[in-house]
């Protein structure tokens, strides 16, 4: 098993696509066979287009495609739960993307069937598997900063595409689910714990959806957690960590390249820390090998996916009510 190469199919023709064929390209342990679309004169075309080789007229068809291993689902939000249950009840590993599910039933259901089926589902936060990220938990984790206090986060963008499935509400959309979703799993998995209390503030936009986002969380030991997101300011991501003796700048936290530059400040001397990276998108891929092939729990568990989701709902629901949302013990 540790020696297969794993086939990969695409569920559906989704821009998202085209971050995760290079690294399937470039991977020994995978390879991309297979796309499906919702016509097949659409499939056959992306086929083309991609060299891919298997070119399916549904969606249907590909997870019936008896020479597929592993789905990739960048459906839209709403989709999710239904089309990874579906890919799972039909055999099939999924990496799905981010966010994994809009409520943490929809989690629970996933988490079944994969323990039912047992296959491999994970949530695609790809900077979760970079080096840069990994030297920042190390950081924290030695405790060069002392004892944390304080994160903050943001990531916004201008979304002006009108008819973007990001600003219809039936699909899942809103700024918090789409970038904010980022700064509070960075938050979380700097701490190895979810928070007690959520607060959240919102501005919707003419479809419904939250354009901005902003939230608060509250951890053990009196930690806390800042972050804001939005679709109508220009593009905009950081984090910082602070803590007793000191605090770490990431520039560049959720889509890392090649070359990046972190910074830790104590004594009021700032150094500059160089991490050489890698491809952004390789990573989930070759995790998602080590937990098929070698049986390892993948980076991104369910379980901490369905903290992430049940922090998102406790955050949209205290601003729909316009007060804190406790979520128990982390």
């Known amino acids: 098993m540790a020696n297969k190469v794993l086939n990969w199919g695409l569920l559906s023709t989704a821009r ?17 066979v297979a796309v499906a679309s919702r016509t097949q004169e659409s499939a056959d075309r992306y086929a083309r287009e991609w060299k891919i080789p298997r070119p399916h007229g549904s969606y249907e068809a590909l997870l019936a495609d008896p020479e597929v291993d592993v789905i990739y689902n960048p459906l839209p939000n709403h989709l999710h739960a239904e089309w ?30 994969a323990r039912k089926h047992g296959r491999v589902v994970m949530e695609a936060f790809m900077y979760r598997h970079h080096p840069q990220t990994l030297k920042v938990q190390e950081i924290v984790k030695r405790g060069s900063l002392g004892d944390l206090k304080l994160i903050r986060g943001s990531f916004s963008f201008d979304l002006r595409r009108e008819g973007d499935i990001r600003l219809d509400p039936a699909k899942g959309g809103g700024s918090i689910w789409d970038v904010g979703c980022y700064p509070i799993s960075y938050t979380r998995s700097v701490l190895g ?13 003419p479809t419904g959806i939250d354009e901005t986002f902003v939230g608060q969380m509250r951890f053990n030991h009196d930690v806390l957690g800042q972050f804001d997101c939005s679709f109508v300011v220009p593009l905009r991501w950081s984090m910082e960590i602070v803590g007793s003796d000191g605090t770490l700048h990431i520039p560049s936290p959720f889509k890392p390249q090649t070359d990046e530059k972190i910074y830790l400040t104590r004594d009021d001397k700032t150094e500059t820390i160089k ?8 990573g989930e891929v070759e995790d998602m090998a080590d937990a098929i092939l070698l049986g390892r729990e993948p980076r991104v568990s369910l379980d901490d996916s369905r903290a992430n989701v049940a922090v998102i709902r406790a955050l949209v629901e205290s601003a729909r009510l316009g007060q804190p949302v406790k979520l128990g013990s982390s």
Request: with cysteine.
């Open 16 to 32: 998202i696509n085209r971050a995760l064929i290079p690294p399937l390209r470039a991977s020994k342990r995978n390879q991309l």
């Open 84 to 113: 990874t249950i579906k890919a799972v009840e039909a055999g099939k590993h999924v990496l799905c993307e981010k966010p994994l599910a809009l409520s943490v039933e929809e989690v629970d259901a996933m988490q079944s069937a």
């Open 193 to 205: 714990q979810n928070p007690l209390e959520a607060f959240g503030w919102q501005v919707t936009g």
């Open 275 to 282: 991490i050489k990276g890698q491809e952004l998108y390789i």
